[in-house]
């Protein structure tokens, strides 16, 4: 066996960040005919959905963040601010994603992440099924994945 010299770098590099994702997906494609058969279509890359709740005033009363990808909607963030919690508005920016997830983008899935002292309760009283529990993520804290199947509107 040959033996091999690297020298390792830790500084953050963007140019050589974006070239291990381009070959990172390039080897994913090549190993998956999923992946290879999502090449060139519009469900390839991640498209952006955000839905913003203002108030009377126009300040941001609460918002989603995520984006679909394949068949799925990730949502990233869901905020309420606290004078509006518990009034459902977390439900309908949820129910609208989901809405425009399916019907819009042909998604059949959604998932997420939050935190024990967030959100799991809240998620599965929407329907959506924990798959994931990581204790200890940050430390003292459990991350939870949740996902849920869309129901996909009939044709007809």
Same mark, same amino acid.
């Given at each position: 066996?040959?033996?091999?010299?690297?020298?390792? #770098? =830790?500084?953050? $590099?963007?140019?050589?960040?974006?070239?291990?994702?381009?070959?990172?997906?390039? *080897?994913?494609?090549?190993?998956?005919?999923?992946?290879?058969?999502?090449? /060139? =279509?519009?469900?390839?890359? #991640? $498209?952006?959905?955000?839905?913003?709740?203002?108030?009377?005033? /126009?300040? !941001?009363a609460g918002g989603l963040v995520g984006h679909t990808w394949t068949t799925w909607l990730h949502v990233a963030?869901?905020?309420? $601010? @606290? +004078?509006?919690? %518990?009034? %459902?508005? /977390? &439900?309908? !920016?949820?129910?609208?994603?989901?809405?425009?997830? &399916? *019907?819009?983008?042909?998604?059949?899935?959604?998932?997420?992440?939050?935190w024990d002292f967030q959100a799991p309760r809240f998620y599965?009283?929407?329907?959506?099924?924990?798959?994931?529990?990581?204790?200890?993520?940050? +430390?003292?804290? *459990? @991350?939870?994945?949740?996902?849920?199947?869309?129901?996909?509107?009939?044709? %007809?």
């Amino acid at each position: 066996m040959v033996s091999r010299m690297f020298r390792i #770098e =830790t500084e953050v $590099d963007r140019e050589r960040r974006d070239l291990l994702r381009t070959r990172l997906r390039d *080897t994913n494609t090549a190993a998956s005919p999923v992946l290879r058969a999502l090449r /060139g =279509t519009p469900h390839e890359r #991640e $498209d952006a959905l955000h839905i913003w709740a203002l108030d009377e005033a /126009g300040a !941001l009363a609460g918002g989603l963040v995520g984006h679909t990808w394949t068949t799925w909607l990730h949502v990233a963030y869901l905020w309420v $601010d @606290e +004078p509006h919690r %518990g009034s %459902g508005l /977390g &439900s309908r !920016l949820l129910s609208e994603a989901e809405r425009i997830a &399916s *019907t819009q983008r042909g998604c059949a899935a959604v998932r997420l992440e939050t935190w024990d002292f967030q959100a799991p309760r809240f998620y599965e009283k929407q329907g959506y099924e924990v798959v994931c529990v990581i204790p200890d993520y940050p +430390p003292g804290i *459990t @991350e939870y994945t949740l996902t849920k199947r869309l129901s996909r509107p009939s044709l %007809g």
